[in-house]
């Protein structure tokens, strides 16, 4: 079993940035990659951006260039830095994790991008 806990979120004005962090517990060893989604009012959960425990990070190309997402193996957790925020931005934040066996979800980050 994974468990994974959201931070970070929160209330941005347009042009400014926000660093979201995604920490895992339990079999941590059995995760593969790591990843950010994120689901609008009303909308369909899309990709952000993916992240193996090597370190090779793959983005929804919307994302690319204003999103970065890392990783900290050390501290079993994942990032997403996120500049430039638009009003579009605006939704739930998720981290996923795969392992051969299952995918684990986290409860979620709001993330509000308003004057």
């Known amino acids: 079993q994974v468990q994974l806990v959201e931070s970070g979120g929160g209330l941005v004005q347009p042009g400014g940035s926000l660093r979201l962090s995604c920490a895992a517990s339990g079999t941590t060893r059995t995760i593969f990659d790591m990843g950010w989604y994120r689901q609008a009012p009303g909308k369909q959960r899309d990709l952000v951006a993916t992240?193996?425990?090597?370190?090779?990070?793959n983005y929804a190309d919307s994302m690319s260039g204003r999103f970065a997402i890392s990783r900290d193996n050390t501290k079993n957790t994942v990032y997403l830095q996120m500049n430039s925020l638009k009003p579009e931005d605006t939704a739930v934040y998720y981290c996923?994790?795969?392992?051969?066996?299952?995918?684990?979800w986290g409860q979620g980050t709001q993330v509000t991008v308003s004057q």
């Open positions: 996923k994790a795969n392992t051969y066996g299952a995918a684990y």
């Open positions: 992240i193996t425990r090597s370190g090779s990070s």
